[in-house]
């Protein structure tokens, strides 16, 4: 421990310098040395040391005073300071405690109790660093558990990126997410530049120790590269060790966490357990991230047909709208009918009906193009939103919708039904559409005389 230390002796007298060195290094301290009191608050303020034995009397700037100010200094306040005094000077003690000296010890006297002394005072600031460190950290967790209690996944990633080296202390920090579907994993974020704007994939038929935090749902170390399955050929650091966590939400394994440094080749404990608590409230945000996610899209999806749902479909007419306007867009509503639905529910009951409205959400799905929104509008009724799309395109694509459905069978059971449906067509900014609202009723109106005039048909604003 004490070829770690390094101990600072302030005293304009060479010859007990010289004398108090000797006796420090033999016992493998670091020794730096200051004739004034003004070079040895200097010497500190570059290299703070462990300890410092500092003389009483010294001229221009005493004892005392440099005690004070090192005291009233916050990056130097906890440095411990043995005053050394002449024998029997009470007087010298009185004063030095007031200026704030930790400890006291005579001029000449006996090397051991200097030793015994010196021992003490390192052993009281081991233990301050230890607690500091620990209120240091636990200061830093407090802020990124605070920070990463958000809804918004992208600034929970942001979030912990930039609390990385603080939280984990580490020098490479990569964390894969886990697809249960495709069974692969995805790196997610990092801090690593070699992996700087990289996709890496990894297949489950790859040889990686993050399979085995996935299958094993446990924390994996490796501190010896050159006998671990996972490492054989990778040129690392002798020294270097490896900490595998997984990210587990709801008993799943989301992601795994990974880890390398190099550390006297093995992890300390304190890192690890550390890690795992910052893991864990990641794992907390992260699951509160995805509630959130699925609640929002609860609220705007159609519980039956999977759907957006009307609420989702007046936000989404009045923000397209509004950029119509502006960019001088075509904007396209078509508004979709059942023919003879309600003869279908009463013929072969709710249940039918519920698979027909299911079936013909799905058929209509896949004829509509990636830019067009489809929502349910209630009851049997249907509405696709057809951004930047004038009368020509949009009576195109409402005869592509009629035909599919025209054409699809409907098979429940034993039961076997071809439907038609019809269609009312509004574009703006012609039809007569001075407000958000005229698109929807005059496509309603469009609607209501494709039905009076025999269902299974398409009729706009200028039939």
Not at 76 to 85: A, F, Y
Not at 123 to 141: A, C, F, N, T, W
Not at 154 to 181: C, H, P, R, T, V
């Amino acid at each position: 421990m004490n070829q770690k230390n390094t101990i600072l002796i302030i005293d304009d007298n060479e010859d007990l310098v010289k004398m108090m060195s000797l006796i420090l290094e033999q016992e493998g301290y670091n020794v730096l040395q200051a004739n004034s009191g003004q070079k040895g608050l200097e010497i500190v303020k570059k290299q703070a040391p462990d300890c410092i034995l500092l003389d009483r009397k010294m001229p221009l700037m005493d004892g005392l005073e440099v005690c004070k100010h090192l005291k009233s200094n916050e990056k130097t306040k906890h440095i411990p300071v043995i005053l050394v005094t002449a024998v029997d000077a009470k007087q010298d003690i009185i004063d030095g405690i007031n200026a704030g000296a930790d400890d006291f010890v005579a001029k000449y006297q006996d090397s051991d109790i200097l030793l015994t002394r010196i021992k003490a005072m390192l052993r009281i600031k081991e233990l301050h660093d230890k607690l500091e460190g620990e209120l240091d950290y636990s200061k830093k967790m407090i802020y990124f558990s605070k920070e990463i209690n958000t809804t918004d996944m992208n600034q929970i990633f942001e979030i912990l990126k930039e609390n990385i080296e603080g939280i984990f202390g580490l020098q490479k920090f990569s964390l894969f997410f886990y697809d249960n579907k495709s069974d692969t994993l995805k790196l997610g974020i990092h801090n690593q530049e070699n992996l700087k704007n990289k996709e890496i994939i990894i297949q489950r038929n790859t040889k990686s120790m993050m399979w085995d935090v996935v299958d094993k749902k446990e924390l994996f170390i490796v501190n010896d590269f050159e006998n671990s399955p996972y490492f054989k050929g990778v040129k690392l650091h002798r020294d270097d060790f490896a900490v595998s966590i997984p990210l587990i939400i709801d008993k799943g394994v989301i992601g795994v966490i990974n880890m390398n440094d190099s550390h006297e080749g093995k992890p300390p404990e304190e890192l690890v357990r550390k890690a795992t608590i910052a893991v864990e409230h990641l794992a907390s945000s992260i699951a509160t991230s995805n509630a959130y996610k699925k609640i929002q899209k609860l609220s705007i999806t159609d519980e039956l047909t999977g759907l957006y749902n009307r609420r989702y479909w007046n936000m989404r007419l009045n923000k397209e709208f509004v950029r119509a306007k502006r960019y001088n867009h075509n904007l396209c509503c078509i508004m979709i009918d059942i023919d003879h639905f309600k003869s279908i529910n009463d013929r072969y009951g709710h249940q039918c009906g519920d698979f027909i409205l299911k079936e013909m959400a799905a058929v209509l799905s896949e004829n509509i193009r990636k830019s067009d929104v489809i929502c349910r509008y209630g009851g049997e009724e249907f509405c696709v939103l057809a951004v930047e799309t004038e009368i020509k395109g949009a009576l195109e694509l409402a005869e592509k919708l009629r035909k599919a459905i025209k054409e699809h069978q409907f098979n429940y059971s034993v039961i076997f039904l071809r439907l038609t449906i019809s269609l009312g067509v509004c574009v703006y900014p012609n039809d007569g559409v001075s407000v958000v609202e005229d698109i929807v009723r005059i496509a309603d109106e469009m609607l209501y005389k494709a039905k009076e005039a025999g269902r299974d048909r398409i009729v706009n604003f200028s039939s």
